[in-house]
């Protein structure tokens, strides 16, 4: 297993429970925590469930009578509607929730899971009978050989350029930038979201019940290169913003020089005409990122690794035959996704003004019927 994020212990969880004897090897020193907003779907918490990791998992949806604000350029409110106002009723989770209770499912049982943290895999031999792996830690290189090599290292995977080549990303000329704020906007209540969206460029602040909110900024360009260091990411970010003069965006741009720690790169989803090659298999964003946009990354990324133990279940045997069948019940959902997540591009970053205008209306068309809804409940 190539990497401890949410799709790698969701797979090493899956094959434990398929009898398999994972070891997980991940780039970086430690376990990263925190992270930014997440909305985990209904098919999400069901691969939850399944993977024995919701008993686990802290919820942090703000209560109903939260609200979701739009502001104009003149920096007035409306009602609008929040992510978590999607059909299915999203989780409000962050990165880390999730990768939280998968930690702790993994960590579970007598035999603690075999976790190689600062080590890379570097080639990766497979002669069909098993996957002999170069792997380096902190300078140090050895060979072992495995049954399957799962390349969960994410948008920019090293299994898949060494095995599948270059080649599969697609671009989207645009950026995202998100972290986690110190607090809310000024003037909103503490569990309120927050949008300020013009053409081109748009600020969200997700709020939770128990915690300060997340941001994401996101900005349509076509200089989308990821900065070589935080000083220059923070520079980039501030230079995309420059002129919108709002109070979530003054917010947002002073949380971001503030915070420890943030995600910024370019936007891209992955597309390849098969996930698996031999002994080696993709998953998550490594095989079909799906983009923040889609809001359905995280989801995925666990209905994913739940469905291969399930396959590996199925056919103990016969792993050409598992890999085949994962992939075909998965793929139909993550080529959906994948479409509809540059339509919902359109909701989170409007191209242009005509899209930001049709943008308006369905948001006041979605916000109204909120409202209706929530008197009648009333």
């Known amino acids: 297993m190539v990497g401890l994020g949410i799709a790698g212990m969701a797979a090493a969880i899956g094959l434990r429970q398929a009898g398999w004897t994972p070891v997980v090897v991940e780039r970086a020193a430690a376990r990263r925590r925190g992270g930014y907003f997440v909305g985990l779907m209904p098919d999400g918490r069901r691969a939850a469930e399944e993977l024995g990791v919701a008993r686990h998992l802290h919820v942090r949806n703000p209560p109903d009578e939260a ?85 969960a290292d994410g948008l920019r995977s090293g299994v898949r350029r060494a095995v599948f080549g270059d080649g599969h990303l697609t671009r989207w000329g645009a950026m995202i930038c998100a972290f986690e704020l110190p607090d809310q906007v000024p003037a909103f209540h503490p569990q309120d979201s927050v949008v300020s969206a013009r053409p081109g460029r748009a600020a969200w602040v997700f709020a939770f019940a128990d915690r300060p909110p997340t941001a994401l900024l996101t900005w349509r360009t076509r200089d989308a290169g990821r900065p070589a260091d935080r000083q220059a990411g923070v520079a980039r970010v501030r230079d995309a913003f420059a002129g919108m003069d709002d109070a979530v965006v003054r917010h947002v741009l002073t949380g971001l020089e503030q915070a420890p720690e943030h995600l910024l790169d370019s ?95 369905i948001l006041r068309l979605g916000a109204a019927s909120r409202a209706r809804r929530s008197q009648s409940a009333a």
């Open 67 to 151: 609200q979701a604000w739009e502001l104009d350029r003149q920096g007035g409110r409306a009602p609008g509607l929040g992510f978590l106002d999607q059909p299915g009723r999203p989780a409000a989770v962050l990165r880390g929730d999730i990768e939280e209770a998968l930690w702790r499912t993994l960590a579970e049982g007598r035999h603690p899971p075999d976790v190689r943290f600062a080590t890379t895999c570097t080639a990766i031999d497979d002669d069909g009978d098993r996957a002999e792996v170069l792997l380096d830690h902190a300078g140090h290189r050895y060979r072992e050989t495995f049954d399957l090599v799962v390349g």
């Open 267 to 361: 936007v891209h989803q992955v597309r390849m005409p098969r996930w698996s090659s031999g002994r080696v298999v993709l998953v998550g964003d490594a095989a079909w990122c799906l983009t923040l946009y889609s809001g359905h990354g995280a989801s995925t990324a666990l209905r994913g690794g739940a469905a291969l133990g399930r396959a590996l279940r199925e056919h103990p045997e016969d792993l050409g035959a598992a890999l085949t069948v994962w992939e075909a019940g998965l793929r139909p959902a993550v080529r959906s996704h994948q479409r509809v997540a540059r339509l919902k591009q359109q909701l989170f970053v409007p191209s242009g003004p005509v899209a930001a205008a049709a943008r308006r209306g």
